[in-house]
């Protein structure tokens, strides 16, 4: 049986929010909010967008009105092929100067999760296709929103509160568009949780 939420709370778009013109599958980390929400907010623009913190498993993916029940249940069963695992943060890296971010391990279950999506759509490659690795991570800060001591004094602050431990066992299809707190979830998807076998 396949499981899945509509209306998840969480993200809250602004009553005047315009109509979402993207979709995005995340594997949002609740968890790590107290550590990164502050400079995310003004060091990573997707945060003034309403997206929480996460780490993405494919983006861009299909134009909000193509959502359907078919869709979902496509996306659901791809999301269940990968099982609910513990996740731990334990160092920040970069994309060159560029991008300032938290390292999951393990990061193969990101990948999983990337690839039995991807492959469900297959004409959604992650991020249109623009890498040859797509690299599992949480984004803290972008360079081209403030100058490198900033976010060199960013990554001091965020390494003082780690490793940072979490469970993933959802992701979630949001949607909204480059407008701040227009963002929403639409569905949340549960991975597969084997059930205990015992003697």
């Known amino acids: 049986m396949l499981r899945y939420r509509s209306e998840v709370r969480y993200l809250n778009p602004a009553p005047d929010a315009p109509a979402p013109t993207a979709t995005a599958v995340i594997a949002a980390v609740p968890a790590a909010e107290f ?3 502050e400079h995310r907010q ?3 623009v ?7 913190a996460h780490v ?7 134009a909000p009105e193509a959502i359907s029940d078919d869709l979902i249940t496509t996306l659901a069963t791809a999301v269940r092929t990968v099982s609910a695992f513990d996740c731990c943060f334990v160092r920040t890296r970069w994309f060159d100067q560029d991008v300032l971010w938290l390292d999951p391990e393990p990061a ?9 999506v991807w492959r469900a759509f297959p004409q959604y490659p992650p991020y249109g296709g623009a890498y040859d690795d797509v690299v599992p991570h949480l984004t803290i800060a972008e360079q081209r929103l403030a100058d490198l001591p900033t976010l060199l004094a960013v990554e ?4 003082s509160g780690l490793p940072l431990v979490t469970h993933i ?21 549960y991975l597969d949780t084997p059930s205990e076998v015992t003697a």
């Not at 997707?46 to 929480?52: E, L, N, R």
């Not at 993405?56 to 299909?62: E, M, R």
């Open 35 to 37: 550590l990164v929400s």
């Open 42 to 44: 003004q060091l990573d």
């Open 46 to 52: 997707s945060a003034a967008w309403g997206v929480p």
């Open 56 to 62: 993405t498993v494919l983006y861009p993916f299909v």
């Open 108 to 116: 193969q279950p990101f990948r999983q999760l990337t690839r039995a």
């Open 156 to 159: 001091r602050a965020v390494q």
């Open 169 to 189: 066992e959802t992701v979630v299809l949001i949607a909204g568009t480059d407008v701040r707190s227009s963002w929403r979830v639409v569905h949340e998807l």
